[in-house]
């Protein structure tokens, strides 16, 4: 399947400068699939080592020296072929399993920048932190998100409606009744490769919702696996709360919903836990909707937290499929837990904040494109008057504002609307609607 990366890991593979390339991402969004599809297409020979249960024999070869010359060497025995530099890519697989293996990436950059390294691990955010022997400026990084509404469009073989979409982004009306119906089945299934493959091939919502579960169930035993049973338990705890949080549509991340007279100071680790893992993402608060950057503004102690994967988030609210596909449903409040989880996802390349007033009027999402401020606002129907929204432009006079909705996509004012089921293409409609934003 298509996944937008692999333009990313071919800009490395012709970078001179190019590092041992670190790609971190939840489990189950695709990374060992897509580095395997990368080496056989770019590359003559794929050299990969998979470190999860690895054998006394690959364990062996990271035991005694490091030196990048011995390493390659031994690993040509192992697999019976040679690995030349810029013909063969070498792929380190759930490489936190063998830390001294993450730490000859160091090794490789300094002393055998020819080779092609790429280590990949699903927890992999959870080993490189401060104060671990992972030296910092050795590597480059990538980060695999599940996949988009883009790549989903695409998986169903719609390859020519996307180059459409994106060289005619005022053209896309009467493309509404496609483009909203598998609206509906993204929410469903959600970005997971193998969640979007079995929804693909079969169409068998049942099969889908069991492959949901069981990454679901992976990510609880990772929880005990990595952890100590005392902070397992936190962690599990957070992780069941987060429906709560949304159902509740709380103006911040409580505690109380986690466990009640629960505190702070007992479950931060717990939340940078799930951070790390990739299963979870922040965003912070911001008071102040008209100063840059934003992120210097923003409240440490107030956030939310969304789940990876809107499909996985739906499965484990227990939202009904029949409500999402249902179309006199779809304005309802179940969706409109899965409209806000919907459009984070989509805008995964931004740093995303939410804004909250004295007064209690909330946006959303508050972002910095290029050297300006948008407030993001998201409603899952068609009614989409919102006096959150106009308190912030009447306060912060924003250049533009963005409205997410079931409404047509179209510029009114300094305020763009732009349909859910539009926002694969928020950027080419951002240079259409509003070019002076977007060079």
Known sequence: MYRKITKQLIDWKQD?????????????????????????????????????????????????????????????????????????????????????????????????????????GSLLGIFLHPGSSFPVGKVDFLKMQPMNFEEFLIANNEQRLVDFARENPKDLAFLKEKLYDYFKYYLVTGGMPEVVQSWITEKNIEKVEKIQDAILQTYIRDFSKHTKEAESIRIKQVFDSLPKHFAKNNDKFLYDAVREGARAREYELAIEWLLSAGIVRRVNLVKCGDKLPLRAYSERNSFKLY????????????????????????????????????????????????????????????????????????????????????????????????????????????????????????DYLLKSHYSVLIA
């Not at 031994?74 to 759930?94: C, K, R, V």
């Not at 179309?327 to 409040?333: G, L, S, V």
Request: charged share 25%; proline share 4%; glycine share 4%.
């Open 16 to 120: 001179n400068a190019r590092k041992p390339l670190i790609m971190e991402g939840a489990r189950q969004t695709g990374k060992t699939y897509i580095l395997q599809y990368f080496g056989k297409e770019y590359y003559r020979n794929v050299a990969y080592v998979n470190m999860e249960n690895a054998s006394d024999e690959l364990k062996q070869i990271f035991t005694g020296s490091i030196n990048p010359v011995r390493i390659v060497q031994q690993l040509e025995i192992m697999f019976g072929f040679a690995i030349h530099p810029a013909e063969t890519l070498l792929i380190f697989d759930e490489v936190q399993e063998i830390p001294r293996a993450l730490t000859s990436l160091k090794y490789f950059c300094e002393e055998a920048p020819e080779y092609n390294v790429v280590a990949s």
């Open 307 to 426: 789940f990876i994967d809107v499909g996985l988030f739906r499965r484990f609210a227990k939202i009904p499929t029949a409500v999402v596909l249902d179309k006199t449903a779809i304005f309802d409040e179940f969706n409109g837990l899965l409209a806000e989880q919907y459009v984070l996802q989509e805008l995964n390349k931004y740093e995303l904040f939410y804004w909250r007033s004295s007064t209690q009027a909330e946006v959303d999402f508050v972002t910095q494109i290029d050297s300006k401020i948008v407030p993001i606002e998201v409603k899952s129907g068609l009614n989409v008057k919102s006096q959150s929204m106009k308190v912030y432009r009447e306060r912060f006079n924003p250049e533009l504002a963005i409205r997410f909705s079931l409404k047509e996509t179209k510029m009114d004012g300094n305020l763009l609307n732009i349909s859910l089921y539009h926002s694969p293409f928020f």
